[in-house]
């Protein structure tokens, strides 16, 4: 999975279309191979960006979970821990 795309379930507030865009948007491009797409193929670009978020949308919509949802500023600092310890 690529490192840039985040978990998005089960958080309080739950992931905004933003979120959800750039997730989708960094799906894209590492299964196209591409950051940014030529002229000739930034429609299909833009189409499937589109199509992967509303699938994304869907199925954070459908999951279902008994844990409380996380704090974003909680998981962010872990994170921030995480990335001291492996690269000081």
Do not use: W
């Not at 797409?37 to 008994?66: C, H, I, R, Y």
């Not at 994170?79 to 310890?85: E, I, Q, T």
């Amino acid at each position: 999975m690529c490192r840039n795309i985040k978990v998005l379930h089960n958080f309080a507030p739950p992931a905004t279309s933003d979120e959800v865009g750039a997730a989708a948007l960094q799906y894209v491009r590492k299964v196209s191979g591409s950051a940014k797409p030529s002229a000739a193929n930034q429609e299909a670009f833009d189409a499937a960006v589109a199509e992967v978020a509303a699938a994304t949308q869907k199925l954070l919509d459908a999951l279902v979970t008994s844990a409380p949802p996380k704090d974003r500023e909680v998981e962010a600092a872990k994170a921030k821990a995480r990335s001291a310890a492996r690269f000081g």
